[in-house]
């Protein structure tokens, strides 16, 4: 069982710039991919960014230059940094541990780009 705690989102103005981070507890050997993907009113959750225990990392191309993924593999945590955000990125944030044999979620977190 993994447990997957999200913090730092929140309200930025266009342009802005915000935190996430998601680190994970529990019984397991190894996480494989951590991720971060998003959930807009009405659509579907869509992969943002994903990085793999090597520091292999994969962005959606429309975060590609703006966002960036970490991780902290000693602390099973992953960072989100979030730059020149966009309305269109205002969406609910979901953490994910892929465990090759089991996928974990995150409980979310708002972000919201609006002026």
């Known amino acids: 069982q993994v447990r997957l705690v999200e913090s730092g989102g929140g309200l930025v103005q266009p342009g802005g710039s915000l935190r996430l981070s998601c680190t994970a507890s529990?019984?397991?050997?190894?996480?494989?991919?951590m991720g971060w993907y998003r959930q807009a009113p009405g659509k579907q959750r869509e992969l943002v960014a994903t990085v793999t225990s090597g520091g292999t990392t994969n962005y959606a191309d429309s975060v590609k230059g703006r966002f960036t993924i970490s991780r902290d593999n000693a602390k099973n945590a992953v960072t989100l940094q979030m730059n020149s955000l966009k309305p269109e990125d205002t969406a609910v944030y979901y953490c994910?541990?892929?465990?090759?044999?089991?996928?974990?979620w995150g409980q979310g977190t708002q972000v919201t780009v609006s002026s």
């Open positions: 529990g019984s397991f050997y190894m996480i494989y991919v």
């Open positions: 994910n541990a892929d465990l090759a044999t089991m996928h974990y």
